[in-house]
């Protein structure tokens, strides 16, 4: 019996009309976290930034273990002279900058319909799914 579908919502059923890779958008992120937490960054940090996020960047730089977030932030603010207590509210808006623009697909609404309606139709036997 299907308890649960689980999407990865971008690229999946939204997407966002910005590259994959974001390397090109890391200082327009920062100067947007910059702008809206009141942080000043000098050049020297924007280029530190730039630096970590693009060892990071899987599109750049494969890589075999993950590296979580907060390990990436860290390594960020440890190069500069802001506060690492800041650390979520940084994330917050460098994240919220790529997230501005997001668009559905248009035949997200569709195939949710019609998965809906399959399961329903199963009315809680076992199923499975021949496409």
Do not use: C
């Not at 059923?13 to 960054?41: C, D, H, M, Q």
């Not at 273990?65 to 802001?82: H, M, N, V, Y």
């Not at 808006?93 to 139709?121: C, G, H, I, N, Q």
């Amino acid at each position: 019996m299907i308890r649960a579908i689980v999407f990865d919502i971008g690229q999946t059923l939204t997407f966002y009309p910005i590259p994959l890779n974001w390397s090109k958008l890391y200082r327009p992120a920062f100067e947007n976290v910059s702008e809206k937490l009141g942080i000043a960054i000098s050049e020297e940090e924007y280029e530190h930034i730039g630096k970590v996020l693009t060892r990071y960047n899987t599109r750049i730089n494969p890589r075999e273990t993950e590296a979580s977030s907060d390990e990436i932030f860290a390594e960020i603010l440890d190069g500069t002279g802001i506060d690492r207590n800041r650390v979520n509210e940084i994330k917050r808006e460098f994240y919220s900058f790529f997230r501005t623009d997001v668009d559905v697909y248009p035949e997200a609404e569709a195939v949710l319909k019609e998965l809906k309606a399959t399961l329903e139709m199963t009315n809680g036997t076992e199923t499975t799914f021949d496409k």
